[in-house]
Structures are given as C-alpha cells and as structure tokens.
C-alpha cells in the first residue's frame, strides 16, 4: 500500500523503521535507502542525528 505521508514504518524495520518509512514514502526499495544511509555514515555530516530526531518526530503508522 503506497502512502503519501511520512511514517516510520512500524512491520518492516530494522531498529526504528526510518529508513523502511523514507523509502515508502519516495518509492523505493528499503534495502536501497538503508545502504544509502550506512555508506553515508563514512562521509562527515550528522546522519546518526538526524536519524535519532526522525525517529523521535516522525509518527509510527498505524499498521496492526
């Protein structure tokens, strides 16, 4: 099923569902957007900080 909000994605998540939520969102495949964010880890930036606030802000779906 194909939302248009961003949710975290609370049945196909490896710790949060952040990254499952974003590629859901975008439509794309969740294991394209976790790599993503891994390789991203080596470059200098606040990923990890910005997936600790995503995950404190963004809402849980609804999906039972």
């Known amino acids: ?4 909000t961003l949710a975290r994605n609370s049945s196909n ?4 569902g952040v990254c499952s939520g974003i590629a859901r969102r975008l439509g794309l495949s969740p294991t394209v957007v976790r790599a993503a964010f891994v390789v991203s880890i080596v470059l200098p930036g606040p990923q990890v900080f910005l997936y600790l606030i995503l995950w404190l802000l963004l809402p849980a779906d609804s999906t039972i």
């Open 1 to 4: 099923m194909a939302s248009n």
């Open 13 to 16: 998540k490896v710790i949060a």
